[in-house]
T-cell receptor
Framework: GESVGLHLPTLSVQEGDNSIINCAYS??????FIWYKQESGKGPQFIID?????DKRQGQRVTVLLNKTVKHLSLQIAATQPGDSAVYFC???????????FGSGTRLSIRP | EAGVAQSPRYKIIEKRQSVAFWCNPI?????LYWYQQILGQGPKLLIQ????????DSQLPKDRFSAERLKGVDSTLKIQPAKLEDSAVYLC???????????????FGEGSRLTVL
């Protein structure tokens, strides 16, 4: 079946350090993965995506890594800032499906 | 560019009452989604439209939930009668196009928070 889960529900990081948020997925047919950020009281906001023919993709201060062998992806945030405090969701889409399925989220908190 | 608009932002009703939520997607976006987000969980897709046609409504509780997008632009989501477990944030999102080549970049509204007492 389709399911996307996360290893840790909460993550506390020192300001300025790098953050790593992990996500496991179970549907081997999924070929497209997305990370979203959701701040309190707002809708999710697209951060970065990656297709299954890639294992790494970089954006501005963010990097997504995909390991298809163990069905795992991660979001790395460099030099974490207070504005990065939010809940982060990984999401997936299968090659034959049009819908995007969200995981349960990791809350990232920043220590000053 | 205007974002996805939703109303009302907050609604409190008693169980067995009805409620309706409205969504206006980003201009030109053909695909519209309604997600339900229960506190502490990720968004769950209820229904997905491509223009005014339904692409996926497999997770929509059709005995009480209904949604329409009559002219392929605005959409309404209705719950009748509401149950306590329907308390959640209802998120509307839109994207430019649907399909295997489409990106996963959904643009979300701020959501409508429903409390059922």
């Amino acid at each position: 079946g389709e399911s996307v889960g996360l290893h840790l529900p909460t993550l506390s990081v020192q300001e300025g350090d790098n953050s790593i948020i992990n996500c496991a997925y179970s549907n081997s047919a999924s070929d497209y993965f997305i990370w979203y950020k959701q701040e309190s009281g707002k809708g999710p906001q697209f951060i970065i995506d990656i297709r299954s023919n890639m294992d790494k993709r970089q954006g501005q201060r963010v990097t997504v890594l995909l390991n298809k062998t163990v069905k795992h992806l991660s979001l790395q945030i460099a030099a974490t800032q207070p504005g990065d405090s939010a809940v982060y969701f990984c999401a997936e889409k299968g090659s034959s499906a049009s819908k995007i399925i969200f995981g349960s989220g990791t809350r990232l908190s920043i220590r000053p | 560019e205007a974002g996805v608009a939703q109303s009302p932002r907050y609604k409190i009703i008693e169980k067995r009452q009805s409620v309706a939520f409205w969504c206006n997607p980003i201009s030109g976006h053909a695909t519209l989604y309604w997600y339900q987000q229960i506190l502490g969980q990720g968004p769950k897709l209820l229904i997905q439209f491509q223009n005014n046609g339904v692409v996926d409504d497999s997770q929509l509780p059709k005995d009480r939930f209904s949604a329409e997008r009559l002219k392929g632009v605005d959409s309404t989501l209705k719950i009748q009668p509401a149950k306590l477990e329907d308390s959640a944030v209802y998120l509307c999102a839109s994207s430019f196009r649907l399909g295997l080549a489409a990106t996963g970049e959904l643009f979300f509204g701020e959501g409508s928070r429903l409390t059922v007492l």
